[in-house]
């Protein structure tokens, strides 16, 4: 068989990625508009809880050190009996203390406390890193842990095409001969050709920024981000060994105790305390109450554990964990706006001994560059410029979906989705197999995804031929 003409051959590639960049941006297009326009509102998600629930974060400043601990934690149980579970030190003069709290009903509160006077302001459903019950689901649909393990592994598909069709977009908008110049400016005023105008414009200025997102989100997945961490840790460039010399640990992951740690920490187990000889005594910090009983030992711990941590640097706006049995664990644990000083601290519970403290500075390279990505990604590291720039990345995303859309919209034959043909004589260039099988192999998801489109492909197409020949 004789080689196909080189410009045939271009032809025929440029068809095909188009093709490809035509099938998967609609398969993707609901997973990228529900991470655009849930990433978009979580970017403001301290402006919207202070907003929302200014009655509750915001006190009245004064020049007097704030109430010990226990006090502010015993007000909290008083009013809302259960056990103490958390407790947030006011970051600021002006800002109410936290003290999150599981009640008899199973259900986990936060009471909002002014430090000042111990008076308790009121509560609301703990939403946990997300600070509030509205951002919470906000955060969850981020992620589609409403659907469980497959919402997350879909989302992450999703993530993994978004990285290819900026690619191949790129491609597509490049240019091919004199009349087929890549437009930087919308030159048509209606019709189609001024929604491809729009969707090549938009995409051209801001991919980048897409990739970014893309890449930068992809740690929290359950497949990519779990074989990433892996890889950082067997390297010696994520979370370093030598930190647990000596000490016992649990079967705790960092993640299952605290609201926000560093996502490199948060597969590490958690150490363990050390019972003293004869078993747990009556100063016991993690005894449970009885139900509808208010929990006053951990408390009176909590006074010495806030100054242990206070004395060893770690900055404001840390939570401490309470233990959950006897052999728990005092964690403090911090995620500022700057995060060269994020900062874990495990104690324990009976001695107050730090059995583990580690912060940026104290982890390999992959371990410290993904931790800056994900503060980017998230809209604290450089600001309000941070939230803005990456709120226009997530407004191109919506015009993308809906520009694309409505592309496909008014070309496709009436009754047929109006996929983009390819010569039946076409066979696969290699350079095109060889990207395809490294983009699945690099991400794993679209590479099986990219399996059940080719399965889908051909069986369109053996479909066809039989009713060809029938």
């Given at each position: 068989m004789t080689a196909p003409h080189p410009r045939a051959a271009r032809a025929a590639l440029y068809r095909a990625i188009w093709r490809w960049h035509f099938i998967a941006g609609l398969i993707v297009l609901p997973f990228v508009l529900i991470l655009a326009i849930t990433g978009g509102i979580y970017l403001f998600k301290d402006e919207i809880n202070n907003a929302a629930h200014s009655d509750l974060r915001f006190v009245e400043a004064q020049d007097t050190a704030p109430r010990p601990p226990s006090?502010?934690?015993?007000?909290?149980?008083v009013a809302h009996p259960g056990s103490l579970k958390a407790y947030t030190p006011a970051p600021m003069p002006d800002r109410s203390a936290e003290v999150?709290?599981?009640g008899p009903d199973g259900l986990r509160n936060t009471v909002y406390v002014d430090p000042h006077d111990a008076r308790v302001l009121g509560t609301l459903w703990d939403g946990g890193a997300a600070g509030s019950p509205t951002m919470y689901v906000v955060r969850k649909l981020h992620s589609l842990e409403y659907v469980g393990w497959f919402g997350n592994r879909l989302i992450e598909a999703a993530a993994g095409w978004?990285?290819?069709?900026?690619?191949?977009?790129?491609?597509?908008?490049?240019?091919?001969?004199?009349?087929?110049i890549?437009?930087?400016?919308?030159?048509?005023?209606?019709?189609?050709?001024?929604?491809?105008?729009?969707?090549?414009?938009?995409?051209?200025y801001t991919g980048i920024f897409i990739l970014f997102?893309?890449?930068?989100?992809?740690?929290?997945?359950?497949?990519?981000?779990?074989?990433?961490?892996?890889?950082?840790?067997a390297l010696g460039l994520g979370m370093p060994d030598g930190y647990w010399s000596g000490v016992p640990l649990s079967t705790?992951?960092?993640?299952?105790?605290?609201d926000r740690a560093p996502w490199i920490m948060e597969r590490q187990p958690v150490p363990a305390s050390?019972?003293?000889?004869?078993?747990?005594?009556?100063?016991?910090?993690?005894?449970?109450?009885a139900a509808g009983a208010v929990q006053t030992v951990a408390p009176r711990m909590l006074d010495t554990v806030v100054?242990?941590?206070?004395?060893?640097?770690i900055v404001p706006g840390y939570a401490v964990t309470i233990p959950g049995d006897p052999t728990g664990v005092f964690t403090a644990s911090v995620y500022p706006d700057d995060i060269t000083h994020e900062r874990v601290i495990h104690l324990d519970q009976y001695s107050g001994e730090v059995l583990y403290d580690a912060g940026l500075e104290d982890l390999g390279t992959l371990g410290r560059w993904a931790e800056w990505g994900i503060s980017v990604h998230m809209g604290q590291e450089w600001g309000l410029l941070n939230q803005l720039v990456l709120l226009a990345a997530c407004l191109a995303m919506v015009g993308l979906c809906i520009s694309g859309a409505t592309m496909w919209w008014k070309r496709r034959p009436s009754g047929a989705l109006g996929v983009p043909t390819v010569p039946t004589d076409w066979r696969i260039p290699r350079t095109l197999l060889v990207l395809a099988v490294l983009a699945g192999f690099f991400f794993p998801l679209v590479g099986l995804s990219m399996l059940v489109l080719v399965a889908g492909e051909l069986a369109a197409h053996l479909y066809r031929r039989r009713l060809r020949s029938a």
């Open positions: 006090e502010i934690t015993t007000a909290a149980l999150d709290i599981l978004m990285v290819l069709l900026v690619g191949t977009g790129v491609y597509l908008w490049l240019p091919r001969g004199r009349k087929n890549g437009t930087t400016r919308i030159k048509a005023t209606r019709g189609r050709p001024w929604w491809r105008d729009l969707h090549a414009v938009t995409g051209i997102l893309a890449m930068t989100g992809l740690p929290w997945s359950g497949v990519w981000g779990a074989k990433f961490y892996d890889t950082a840790y705790v992951p960092t993640e299952a105790v605290v050390a019972p003293p000889e004869g078993g747990a005594h009556a100063g016991h910090a993690a005894a449970e109450p100054a242990r941590v206070e004395e060893l640097g």
